[in-house]
């Protein structure tokens, strides 16, 4: 098939998409594009030739994985390790290359004034190049770790944390080639085994490579890699990364007050392919979006498939932020309307269904069961012999939560921190119901908090439960990694939080227990046990979001005013649309035929 590079530029500008290195970085070098109509625009040039060729290829199984990969040449061969010498600091001690675009560093420890000023040195030092520009942060750069498996990749919600340190930082260009790049990796071809998921899909990772440009020894050329879940392990959906992307774009634009980035068509189009994806219809009876296990910060089989929390905390601030973000003449008046529809609706039912606490807790156990009506009371048909005997012991006078999901005759009684958190930071939560999530985590100090904080969930699963609902998953062990084990970076939501409701003494405390101990243990993943004593199992050092989310809290706990840029704010107009919709709540008193409102905003 033979084209023009102008016309398949023309082409991809056209369907919303720039697809020009030339807008990410004036007058640097070239690179490919493979866009989603089975297209390829292939653009190579070195210092002795310069070449363009265009060609048409097929997707599917047999779809080469090198195609599907954003290049540029950048380098020539022989300066890869010239390039690590020259970038050799000697203030910070030995540096190793990853081959991955990345130069980590083992620093003298000792030697590093503050712990903040050791956790920016790490942070820096896990930056990943893409044609000389800073384009991410790696997942882990842990030199004594001999399988990295995909830690050394850019995740995209690990990136989350380090984008907002860098922004808060004041350096903006990493956040924003970040974004940018990402973006284009959105409309890859991807395909698993004949199958390809939905076209708004954000990668759940990418990853740099360095190759040996085709038909010329003398240079080389960067590949961005994309990992849409196809090869990670459990071949899991990224479900939180598109939602994850729109939520930095926002802070992006609050943070530097540039708005021309989330003004671009293409940025545009990329925010409304996210929301096309979440927003369109299924078979769905809820409004919270129905994802399978894993496809969230929980990668692996945790029994969280259906509808997690995290998830819906996630997908109600992106929807806020999308409503902020998108551009009157971008958004058609349906788009605008189902957002809003779906905001009002998804608020009404993770309020009202997901809220737990001492009075609700009774009512469950109360609850009459089997009830075929509209006017049911027990709507989800609840058995009130699900209530965990921990959660009796457990549940606070003062305080309550979120519970992890809800189904159809099941609620998952865990307490996930993420979602909790993010809750209280969207707005998701009421301003009562956020008090109290901060009330019982200060209630459960121990538990949540203990050694390290957070734990990723509350409690651990074990016996024949661990066994039915992880498969007897030998990395899930009982208070081990995503299964009751503490997360450090769980801080920053932890400060973005108790922030937003004016308690930031929770998150300084939590910070102090961190600072025990966080830099002497070498910035672990994760930790084990109970109470987080132990550095986890199979935990990484120098976890990247476990020091940027450390960085993160310092910084807002300095500045406070700073947490605005990732705090939604709740939306006058929904509150209007949300009292009429509690007004009619069935449980409440079930409005006479005929009287049903719209709630169209
Ligand atoms: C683990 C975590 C996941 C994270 C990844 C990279 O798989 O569960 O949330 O993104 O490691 O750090």
């Not at 625009?41 to 990969?69: D, E, L, M, V």
């Not at 979120?402 to 189904?407: D, E, F, K, R, S």
């Not at 901060?438 to 100090?445: F, G, I, N, Q, S």
């Not at 016996?463 to 997360?487: A, F, L, M, V």
Request: aromatic residues 10%; contains cysteine; glycine residues 6%.
């Amino acid at each position: 098939m033979a084209a023009t590079s102008e016309a398949i530029h023309q082409m991809l500008c056209s369907a919303g998409r720039s697809t020009s290195h030339m807008d990410l970085y004036p007058k640097k070098s070239n690179f490919l594009v493979w866009p989603n109509h089975g297209l390829g625009y292939r653009s190579k040039s070195s210092r002795h030739k310069s070449s363009n060729t265009i060609s048409a290829f097929h997707c599917g199984p047999n779809f080469n994985i090198r195609f599907r990969s954003l290049r540029c040449k950048c380098s020539q061969v022989e300066s890869v390790t010239d390039a690590i010498s020259e970038k050799k600091d000697p203030l910070k001690g030995e540096l190793f290359a990853n081959g991955n675009g990345t130069f980590s560093s083992i620093l003298q420890i000792g030697s590093i004034s503050s712990l903040e000023d050791e956790a920016w040195e790490l942070l820096r030092a896990s930056m990943v190049y893409y044609c000389g520009h800073p384009v991410g942060t790696i997942a882990a750069n842990d030199p004594s770790d001999s399988s990295i498996l995909n830690y050394d990749q850019v995740f995209i919600r690990d990136f989350i944390p380090s984008g907002i340190a860098f922004l808060l930082k004041g350096e903006y260009d990493i956040v924003r080639n970040f974004i940018l790049h990402t973006l284009q990796l959105q409309s890859w071809e991807k395909t698993m085994d004949c199958h390809s998921p939905g076209q708004g899909l954000m990668p759940a990772s990418f990853k740099v490579r360095t190759v040996p440009l085709d038909g010329d020894d003398s240079a080389t050329e960067d590949i961005l890699d994309p990992d849409f879940g196809e090869a990670a392990i459990g071949r899991v959906a990224p479900v939180d990364s598109g939602l994850w992307w729109i939520i930095l774009l926002r802070a992006y634009g609050k943070c530097t007050g540039d708005l021309s980035v989330q003004e671009r068509v293409d940025v545009q189009t990329g925010i409304k392919m996210i929301l096309k994806l979440c927003l369109a219809d299924g078979f769905d009876m809820f409004p919270t979006l129905l994802v399978t296990d894993g496809s969230c910060m929980i990668d692996r089989r945790m029994g969280i498939h259906g509808h997690p929390l995290e998830i819906q905390a996630l997908f109600y601030s992106a929807l806020l932020s999308a409503k902020e973000m998108l551009t009157r003449e971008d958004a058609s008046a349906d788009l605008i309307t189902a957002l809003n529809n779906r905001l009002v609706a998804l608020s009404f039912h993770v309020r009202e269904y997901y809220w737990i606490d001492m009075r609700k807790l009774n009512e469950i156990y109360r609850y009459k069961t089997e009830e075929y009506s509209f006017d049911a009371v027990n709507k989800f048909n609840i058995y009130p012999d699900q209530i965990p005997p921990w959660l009796v012991e457990w549940m606070p006078n003062k305080g309550g939560y979120m519970i992890g999901n809800l189904q159809p005759a099941h609620m998952d009684f865990r307490f996930f921190s993420l979602g909790n958190l993010w809750s209280i930071v969207s707005s998701l939560a009421t301003n009562d119901q956020s008090h109290a999530i901060l009330d019982l985590c200060e209630a459960k100090w121990a538990d949540l908090v203990g050694d390290m904080p957070l734990k990723i969930c509350y409690p651990a699963l074990d016996g024949q439960e661990w066994r039915i609902i992880t498969g007897s998953d030998p990395k899930n062990t009982p208070w081990s990694y995503h299964n009751g084990g503490s997360w450090p970076t769980l801080l920053w939501q932890l400060t973005v939080a108790s922030i937003k409701m004016n308690r930031p003494e929770i998150a300084r405390n939590a910070v102090k227990v961190a600072e025990s101990r966080i830099s002497r243990d070498k910035w672990p993943e994760y930790y084990d046990t109970k109470r987080g004593r132990f550095i986890g199992k199979q935990s990484r050092l120098f976890q990247t979001w476990s020091i940027a989310g450390y960085v993160v809290a310092k910084q807002l706990l300095d500045n406070p005013d700073a947490a605005k840029i990732l705090v939604n704010v709740e939306d006058t107009e929904l509150v209007n649309a949300f009292s009429c919709m509690i007004s009619a709540n069935p449980r409440r008193k079930r409005p006479r035929k005929g009287t049903n409102q719209s709630f169209i905003i």
